[in-house]
């Protein structure tokens, strides 16, 4: 290889750096590396007169292959490439060398050590840098519809945003309505609006808006290619009902003899019939038949419904149908699952009669729910005359979720609000810190204060109906820490209501694995960055919003559906998408034919070549992750960018020898000691 001319720059980034690592010295240091021709340091290089400083030093000093010592290359790594590419060098002959959170952050107690590292991993990226090989990017159309996943808030917002705008938009739903957890309030904090009266109006919207193709009662099984050219596999259930005879009129389910819990719309507090329709404002207005609970598909015998259909829409023969589409962009919004309260057995849930979730008193509270609106006990007649309220049941717990679910405190204080609304109960909050961070929230707390709700500061230890002292027979005792007053308290009520977690999907790695993103340790999605880049994902083209991501309010979950769609449009609006040029290619001449790396790949981006007996690479589907690069036993599998030489020459730079600081020696070369 002829001698490069490499630029290395050090960066302060502040104190973050700067405070741990003498950039000074390791920038004098790197100057004497081999091939370097400049090396600085500077307070930002990430600011507009770093990256000047990095242009004018590639025109002026004719720099082949530049080197900054910065942060995490999901931050900046983009920032630099513009930077190299402006000044006319190939942006993949950068390499950037992280010393932030590989050597200061880690190293904090022990400078010389950070020091030090800082020097390894700069002449590991210098090492690396003289291997890169310049590679251009192809492009690639962007194709207008986009796919949404989830009928939530969020999901139906992005939705619009997009349709309104002129784009056709594909949402898919695996309920048989939209309309997520939200149909199932009753008000919304903190201003008690009604939550139907929100959310119909956008649902009705998105079931009669042109551009939007609505699936309900499907999921997507399969999903392949890249950003701007996606291929996804949508099954669509069978409902059970020909939706081109079907007029919603309710004939069916009013006819229908079979009652089931019904666990989902109603959380186990309501019954529905065998073919049904989650709830009046459902959209779309089609019913479907839960085969499991069907008398027909049990025995043969009933067809009720079928019977007393006026346009013969029922379909006890119709089969499931597998849609195959193509979209630019995917937005995920799937949305939440609810802490199983049974989990923490000393509440008492499931055991206990008048211990509820808070899922349940939301049914409960809602004008259609299964009580009318009504606040009563699990008889179905008694008023509570007094209800303690527990929040964090789930949350904020090593033993379950170590998270705070965000938006229990106010639905706590909601609950209160509407148990003294509708009742004279006294009512008790439970809490360990109250969190009311947002626009109006603490004037709804200073609200629940002056109607009179009582706050105990402390974890609910258990909930039990042991009567021990008088005035507690037939009673629920809640027992607490006021860690106000520092005593144990035994607060006896009639209703208990537990404040559940918002949790992760249950199927939600199942469901990254196959969008090709992460999840975060707690399981919810995970971000490009939390602070920058809270709506995209490390898959280009794969954006992400509302509860899926994590705990949220319905302001936050619409922002972010919002936001999704901003960028989508944003991408629709160029035309053409710049893929990244990293791939993995195959040496088909010295390909065994194994295929070890066809099962291996996590994308499905490799085919084997039957009449070659070989394996090749699908560029448009490769993400170049690099699994099947490790996994080949013949290593005939390439990873552009990221090659078995330039791989090697970064080990060896890591590991430079201490004792002479001003040579860079390779460990390959030394001497025996």
């Known amino acids: 290889?002829?001698?490069?001319?490499?630029?290395?720059?050090?960066?302060?980034?502040?104190?973050?750096?700067?405070?741990?690592?003498?950039?000074?010295?390791?920038?004098?240091?790197?100057?004497?590396?081999?091939?370097?021709?400049?090396?600085?340091?500077?307070?930002?290089?990430?600011?507009?007169?770093?990256?000047?400083?990095?242009?004018?030093?590639?025109?002026?000093?004719?720099?082949?292959?530049?080197?900054?010592?910065?942060?995490?290359?999901?931050?900046?790594?983009?920032?630099?490439?513009?930077?190299?590419?402006?000044?006319?060098?190939?942006?993949?002959?950068f390499e950037m060398a992280n010393i932030r959170e590989h050597a200061s952050w880690v190293h904090q107690d022990d400078k010389e050590a950070a020091t030090e590292k800082a020097k390894a991993i700069i002449s590991g990226a210098v090492r690396r840098a003289e291997e890169l090989e310049p590679l251009e990017p192809f492009r690639a159309p962007i194709n207008e519809t986009t796919l949404v996943v989830g009928g939530g808030i969020a999901g139906i917002n992005a939705a619009l945003e997009i349709a309104n705008s002129g784009h056709k938009v594909i949402l898919v739903e695996r309920e048989p309505s939209i309309g997520g957890?939200?149909?199932?309030?009753?008000?919304?904090?903190?201003?008690?609006?009604?939550?139907?009266?929100?959310?119909?109006?956008?649902?009705?919207?998105?079931?009669?808006?042109?551009n939007i193709e609505l699936l309900t009662y499907s999921e997507v099984e399969q999903v392949d290619g890249f950003v701007g050219n996606f291929t996804v596999r949508?099954?669509?259930?069978?409902?059970?009902?020909?939706?081109?005879?079907?007029?919603?009129?309710?004939?069916?389910?009013?006819?229908c003899p079979a009652k089931v819990i019904d666990f989902v719309y109603e959380s186990g507090l309501g019954y529905r019939t065998a073919v049904y329709r989650p709830f009046p404002q459902a959209v779309p207005k089609y019913p479907v038949i839960d085969t499991e609970s069907c008398i027909y598909y049990k025995n043969g015998r009933c067809k009720a419904c079928e019977k007393f259909c006026p346009t013969g829409a029922i379909k006890f023969d119709q089969q499931d149908e597998v849609v195959v589409a193509n979209v630019g962009n995917i937005v995920l919004a799937t949305g939440y699952d609810l802490f199983d309260a049974r989990r923490i057995p000393a509440y008492g849930y499931g055991r206990l009669a008048n211990v509820f979730t808070s899922m349940e008193f939301?049914?409960?509270?809602?004008?259609?729910?299964?009580?009318?609106?009504?606040?009563?006990?699990?008889?179905?007649?008694?008023?509570?005359?007094?209800?303690?309220?527990?929040?964090?049941?789930?949350?904020?717990?090593?033993?379950?979720?170590?998270?705070?679910?965000?938006?229990?405190?106010?639905?706590?204080?909601?609950?209160a609000h509407l148990v003294k609304e509708k009742t004279h109960a006294q009512v008790y909050?439970?809490?360990?810190?109250?969190?009311?961070?947002?626009?109006?929230?603490?004037?709804?707390?200073?609200?629940?204060?002056?109607?009179g709700t009582h706050f105990i500061r402390g974890r609910a230890a258990e909930v039990t109906d042991a009567a021990r002292q008088p005035g507690e027979e037939g009673k629920l005792i809640v027992q607490a820490?006021?860690?106000?007053?520092?005593?144990?308290?035994?607060?006896?009520?009639?209703?208990?209501?537990?404040?559940v977690a918002m949790e992760p999907r249950a199927d939600a790695s199942e469901v990254a694995h196959r969008f090709g993103i992460g999840c975060s340790d707690a399981g919810f999605f995970t971000e490009r960055h939390p602070k920058l880049d809270p709506v995209?994902?490390?898959?280009?083209?794969?954006?992400?919003?509302?509860?899926?991501?994590?705990?949220?309010?319905?302001?936050?979950?619409?922002?972010?559906?919002?936001?999704?769609?901003?960028?989508?449009?944003?991408?629709?609006?160029?035309?053409?998408?710049?893929?990244?040029?990293?791939?993995?290619?195959?040496?088909?001449?010295?390909?065994?034919?194994?295929?070890i790396c066809n099962n291996l790949c996590p994308y499905g981006a490799i085919d084997f070549i039957a009449e070659k007996g070989v394996s090749r690479v699908n560029p448009a589907q490769c993400k170049g992750c690099g699994t099947c690069v490790a996994a080949c036993p013949s290593q005939v599998i390439t990873g552009q960018h990221y090659t078995y030489d330039s791989i090697m020459a970064q080990i060896e730079g890591l590991l430079y020898d201490q004792r002479t600081p001003d040579e860079h020696v390779r460990v390959l070369e030394m001497e025996p000691a």
């Open 1 to 93: 290889m002829s001698e490069e001319k490499i630029g290395v720059y050090v960066c302060h980034c502040g104190h973050n750096i700067a405070g741990t690592v003498n950039v000074e010295e390791v920038s004098e240091w790197a100057g004497h590396l081999p091939n370097v021709a400049v090396a600085k340091n500077y307070k930002f290089m990430c600011s507009s007169l770093g990256q000047e400083m990095v242009e004018e030093d590639i025109k002026q000093e004719g720099l082949t292959r530049v080197v900054v010592a910065a942060c995490s290359p999901h931050m900046h790594e983009p920032t630099f490439r513009g930077a190299c590419q402006r000044a006319g060098l190939n942006p993949y002959l």
């Open 181 to 210: 957890h939200m149909a199932q309030f009753d008000k919304t904090f903190p201003t008690l609006d009604c939550a139907a009266c929100i959310l119909t109006p956008k649902m009705f919207d998105v079931g009669n808006n042109p």
């Open 234 to 255: 949508i099954r669509k259930r069978a409902r059970m009902i020909d939706t081109g005879l079907c007029t919603g009129c309710g004939d069916c389910w009013e006819r």
């Open 362 to 415: 939301e049914r409960m509270t809602n004008a259609s729910g299964p009580t009318n609106g009504k606040v009563l006990l699990r008889d179905g007649v008694t008023q509570p005359e007094s209800v303690a309220i527990i929040h964090c049941v789930g949350s904020r717990d090593k033993n379950t979720n170590i998270y705070c679910s965000a938006t229990c405190c106010m639905a706590a204080l909601k609950f």
């Open 429 to 451: 909050n439970f809490y360990i810190d109250m969190r009311t961070a947002f626009k109006d929230y603490e004037l709804f707390y200073n609200r629940l204060l002056e109607e």
């Open 481 to 499: 820490e006021d860690t106000l007053i520092g005593k144990q308290r035994r607060v006896p009520v009639d209703m208990v209501i537990l404040m």
């Open 536 to 595: 995209a994902t490390m898959n280009e083209g794969i954006f992400i919003a509302g509860t899926c991501q994590g705990p949220k309010d319905i302001p936050a979950s619409v922002a972010q559906g919002e936001a999704t769609a901003a960028r989508v449009l944003s991408l629709i609006g160029k035309g053409e998408v710049q893929v990244e040029p990293v791939r993995a290619r195959i040496d088909e001449d010295r390909c065994s034919g194994c295929r």
